[in-house]
């Protein structure tokens, strides 16, 4: 069966009966994702690397614990990659972060290829940076996996452990946060940088 048209569940039921072709195509299919969880919050790639194969040597071992009535794959695997990502930023500090290939990878060009619009750019997304940098790890996790994941609040709640009210509670305080932080330099560019509305 071709990989790409197989459904995860099939994926995993055959990982189940031990098909090890299976557990490459599983890995294969959400690798890209679960690196780019832990890469934007240890902002490190060898890190990332390693907190992301550590993830899935849980995750394949534990397959069997794994049940789809509860929660999404993508959820479950999400929530232990967070975890090893919370183990390993306890014992590190995380250094500041880039926003926008963060959060948004696929920027738009500058308006202008003038030098005072590259300058304004680079100090637009040095003050973002900075913003992050004062973010907690929980609140700096809700803006990954809402804007870095695309995640419901549901979603996040289920990878946080915590309720969602909780869960849409720390975006909006990083939302509240970040804009604080941000409006000397220019208003509404948060707003830009990630697109949600003022």
Known sequence: ??????????????????DQTAYAALYESCAPSIYRLCYGLLMNRQDAEDVMQEAFVYAFKNLHRYDSTRSAFKTWLYTIALSRCRNLYRRK???????ASLLSPDLPAPRSETPESRLMETSAKAAVEAALAELTPRLREAIVLRYGHGLTYR????????????????????????????QPVGPGLLEELIGIEA
């Open 1 to 18: 069966m071709d990989p790409q048209s197989e459904t995860l569940e099939a994926i995993i039921n055959r990982c189940l009966q031990s």
């Open 93 to 99: 500090r995380l250094p500041w972060m880039d926003f």
């Open 155 to 182: 979603e996040i709640a289920e990878v946080m452990g915590c309720p969602q009210k909780t869960a849409e509670s720390r975006v909006r305080l990083a939302h509240e946060r970040l804009r604080g932080v941000l």
